[in-house]
């Protein structure tokens, strides 16, 4: 059992990772009032442009920045048609995601035989030592490769960055009313720009996670959905980070608990009263696919509760988003 | 000194509409050639293998109509709503659904083809039509975003359809993920062109659709709510039955492909059968935007895309992620067009730099 | 106007296609002054403003201030000149505090790198380094000080903010307050303030002129932009009005009274008639008893209005936009929800009804805004004449709908009202009309169904002269078939000529009723704006004022006649 618990923990900071970081660039995005559907297909040519420069080059952190360029690359052409050319946001974002399947399915493939040695797991300085020995956690958390540490990191900087620097304070302004932060002086597009672009970052750097820390390979569509997860999960958050961190380590938990589940004998001794009824629900209710629905179902639900409650709680989603903000031209 | 005026139209030129999908094809076709020649295949070749041969030989012609089916009503199930200004991304979920609903149906119903082939067909399109009806229902009541609601449905109806063909629904004789092989009674036969009868159901819808949508009132409304919700409102119509209805009847569409898919060609339900049909939609609903007869168009050009393109990706090894590519380019310099269509892009070059500051736009 | 007058605007001309709206204009508002700019819709006034803030470029003219010529590009120049704007609609974002909507675009940093900051640890060479300050400026963000600065601004003026407070949890007064703020926290000398009572309640209104007499006291000069009489004379030290683009006149507020100022905004034209049948007027066909209904904001905008409305009878609600006119009309057209009170129409119960139950009740309606709720821009012209009447029974064919006969039916729609410009109703988006001609439209189609009750809001704006005068025309035929009308009009002309009936809507109350022939236009713009008429001097002859909705009006008309007459210089 404690195995188990200690497996499935472990499992669960790694998947948190990849949603932490995807989803900590859609949240800059979305506050900014651009909606980022291109963020899994951002995330494979974050793999794979990680991976083909690892390969090439030896080094874990030049393939990282590999990673996030290539994200970024692909975020300029999402701002460009929406920020630019007003085009409506999901279907640019989409058609992202189309694009950086098909281009990483089309260009991986003589890839796809290679592997590599990760980021090495290794614990922090100094009192490492002391902090793996806690039991239980002790291995999941603080026995992690460099980039694992980095999302963690990046969390309380996203926090901050949002709701203690003027930057932010401006980002955020321009996804609840352009108007009036244009009036007030504040470049709209150029900070939109931006926030796209970090976004695609983000998302590059969490599919290069995947490929050169996660695994040490490239395989086409290796994102398996998780960009789609990290969208929800933005929207689970209602847009703060403190509420990513944990919604990311839920849906991790969730991820790395079906494919554990089958090995977990969850069902109660035939002779206890209920088993009959009891058991069957209980497998159902921990099928591996039955409970790759609770993300999706239970953002549905706050995302629901979020929008349905009276005007003044409704503050939670950027009021702006997903509509594209122009100067009267006259 | 290059300087770019921007100036809204007034008015969007008739040919300009007709154009603008002709010419994003023709783009995007150009840039997928880019990425022919990256792999050192000559581009016409290869798309002459895709389009002409495809299109010459009585197999590609009768494989592109197969394929066209799903895509057709999968277009219809995107193009609907759109009409009433939704956005249903959730078309590859309500197809599912459908494939699912029809499926358990035709193996688990015992009745001769003539009954069990058209219950199988009401199933699918009910199951599609409440799965469509959930973000449409949460739209109308409160106004909650539907592109984000039917795309989150699609992921938990994928996997449920996992899970079912994983489970209760699974093939008995063996340990795959997939049903037992649909009976005779339960199969589709071939109707027309060598094809099976989905295809005289997908153009039934699209025949439907254009007739609903053109010459009935309530195709007057659905338009009318697409193009001013706030005056449709003020005349007296229902914002929220239209948004019901339009999903609704789309999910039903998409659960219809759904299962023609199933019975009509893979024989049985297997996890993942499906390679995004619903995501195409969206790119054949907007080149079709202006009507369903345009849809079905589309429709069947990106069956010719899909056919020609595993064609093409046999005789020239190249990976058939190239469609995806293309598909995505297509929707790229589509939003493009959009941009230029509603804007007129005036370039000018400056020699001299002038002292006084020009007049006034 | 005193050379060294602190604002001078001189000869300002602005224009707009078929509108001058500036006509050389001279403004000169000293410092510390508050100067009332009082006119009707579209007199000017906002034009005006909007180029000293910088929002327009005049065609023509000059701004000076404390004798410095201006160029004013953009509203950052207009802050960075001194002068400051409170919008009618704040440019507030509710999610975040008073103090971050008040420092927003300042980039005020961090304290510790605050370059007046004596108490921070770092030494004064690096904070006022030119890189410090700009990485700081972008990543930090420091409240504290500003926070101080704007409590202290706030207390100065007795405004009763907390200045950490939500902008989303504060009330209208205090939201307008820090919009105050934001102007006052940016050192400015001039302060514009655009009908800044027109979302407070009474008290709320006193209050803020509190804080503005402390303001202009202190030095700060101050323009505010007003339709409202009352609020002149309670507040400003001169007035300057404008009318039809011109300025009239500035004087100062203590040697004129609310009817001289009136005048000035209304004019004294002699009244203009259309020659009118006398019809006799029938049955009640609206009827509508204590109805009230909240604007979008939620604000209370109809309080408690009883309205009858007689089959052929025209009756004209007169008033300045902003008053309640628009929730008015929507709520008789069923699109806007009452909080109270009882609507029939012949008898039918309309109260909570849905906008189909209005529509089928035999209601028609043409909206002030008719590009939002009259039209769909890109659908055709068949689209939009057949926008109610594609339910009747004429136009079915079985299942279908019946498209030649609707596209007839535009097509003698198009006829009838001479509608210009459509040379085929499938093909001509409303779209592409011009004003007056999709107005024709909208018009052709609601009266078309020959309604029981028909409510028109601003049916002459924006339209053509050679429209207006059709459309004018229509409504009076529609009266003589025994429709109901309710004609919502900022024109007087349109009123006085139109009605059988004319009604005075003023913050959601009837408060003056009168008829054509009795109506006086100096009275009217009195009642539009909110002024008391016993303010006037002793001789005037209608120095007693009957009560809002009351009777016979009959006493008044000889006089009002011999006013017209002996003043006949008026302009």
Redesign the interface.
Known sequence: MVTFAAGLLDATVQAATVLILAGLGELITERAGVLN?GVEGMMLTGALGGFIATVLTGSHWLGFGAGIVCGVLLAA?HAF?CIT????Q???G???T??G???T???G?AWVEKSIDGFPEVTPPLIGGYLVEIPLIGEAFFRSTATDYLALLLVPVGWY?LT???????L??IG??P???D????SVFRLRYLAVLIGGGFAGAAGAHLSLAFSGLWV?GMTA?RG?IAV?LV?FAQWRPSRLLVGAYLFGLLDAFRLRSQSLSLSLEPGTPLAGVLNPVVDFLT????M??YP??A??IV??YT??RTQ?DR?AVP?AL?EPYTRE?? | MVRID???REHVPRWLGYATPVVTVLLALACGAI?LL?LGVSPLAAYWTMFGETLLSTFGRTQTLIKAVPLILAGLAVYLPLRAGL?N?GAEGQLVFGAVAGAWIGLNVNLPGVLLLPLMFVAAGTAGAFLAGIPAW?RAR????E???S???T??AL??Q??LV??PMQDPTGNFPHTAQLSAAATIPEAIFNVHAGLVVAIAAVAVTYVGVRKTALGFEITFVGANDAAARQAGMSRGKIYLLVFVIGGAFAGLAGISEIAGLQGRLRAGFEPGYG?TA??IA?LGRSSAGNVMLAGLFFALLFVGGSSMSVAYG??A?????????I??FL??A??FKRYQVDIEFDRAVSASTGGE? | MADHAFLRMEDIYKEFPGVVANDHIDLAVNGGEIHGLLGENGAGKSTLMKALYGLYTPDSGEIYLSGDRLELAS??DA?DAGIGMVHQHF??????TVA?NVV??Q???AAAFRADNGDSRLPETIRTNRVVQSLA?????GLTAPEQRIQALADQYGFDIDVSARV??LDVGQQQRVEILKALYRDVDLLILDEPTAVLSPTEADRLFDSLSRLADEGLSIIFITHKLGEVTAIADRVTVLREGRRVDTVPVAETTQADLAELMVGREVLFRIDKDDTAHGDPVLDATGIRAADDRGINALDSLDLTVREGEVVGIAGVSGNGQTELAEALAGIRELTGGDLRVNSTDLAGASPRAFVDAGISFVPEDRLRYGCAEELSVLHNAGMKAYREGRFADGPLLDYDELGSYAESLIEEFDIRGVSDVTDIDAGDLSGGNLQKLILARELDRDPDLLIANQPTRGVDVGAIEFIREAILEQREQGTGIVLLSEDLDEITDLSDRILVLYEGEFVYETTPEAADRERLGIEMTGGRVDDEPADAPEAVAPPAGAGSDTAEATDSTTDVAAAGDGD
Do not use: H
């Open positions: 559907l052409v048609l050319l007003n085009a409506d999901v279907i640019s989409v058609m992202i189309l694009l399947g098909g281009l399915t089309y260009f493939s960055f203690r620097t003027n930057l932010g304070l401006e955020v302004s609840e009313d108007e009036t932060a009036t007030m002086g504040i086409p959905g789609w929800a929207i099928n591996p696919q039955i790759g629905t999706y179902l953002t549905i995302l629901t929008v349905a003044s503050l009021d997903l031209i006259d | 921007l100036t809204a990425a990256a956005f991304i949460l409160w106004d909650v975003n592109i984000i609601t795309l989150l449905l992921f938990v996997q449920i996992s899970y994983r489970g995501f969206i790119p907007l190249v990976p992620a190239l469609v995806e590519i293309l598909q995505a380019l929707i790229l939003i493009t959009e941009f736009a | 509203p950052q802050i440019k507030l974002i509710p999610r975040l971050e927003l675009g980039r005020e940093p400026k972008t990543f930090s963000l989303a949890d």
